[in-house]
């Protein structure tokens, strides 16, 4: 995967999360892992006021996100799996770390 184009991407992901754009948040999944946004936004706080990323593990094949989202009923942490689709950078999994 592009270094650049990869942490760029997650990068802007967490920004839209910040701002509550849930159009680009929603387009940054694979089109399989999209059913599953309802669910993965539960995890979060709501609203989230701060979506802050803590690394970036970029790979050949797929790159690991660690972002932090905060919000006014706490944070959580969640680790995304990132890889190439369509010419870019989209989640393919995600999850709660630790």
Do not use: K, N
């Given at each position: ?9 997650v ?22 892992m ?35 989202y ?12 990132w ?16």
């Amino acid at each position: 995967m592009d270094d650049a184009r990869t942490r760029e991407q997650v990068t802007a992901h967490a920004a839209a999360a910040e701002r509550g754009d849930v159009d680009s948040v929603v387009a940054d999944f694979s089109e399989s892992m999209r059913p599953q946004v309802p669910q993965l936004v539960q995890a979060l706080p709501q609203p989230v006021t701060r979506a802050e990323v803590l690394s970036v593990d970029v790979g050949e094949a797929e790159s690991v996100a660690m972002i932090r989202y905060a919000g006014d009923s706490g944070e959580v942490t969640v680790r995304s799996r990132w890889q190439e689709q369509g010419g870019r950078p989209v989640i393919v999994a995600a999850e709660p770390a630790g």
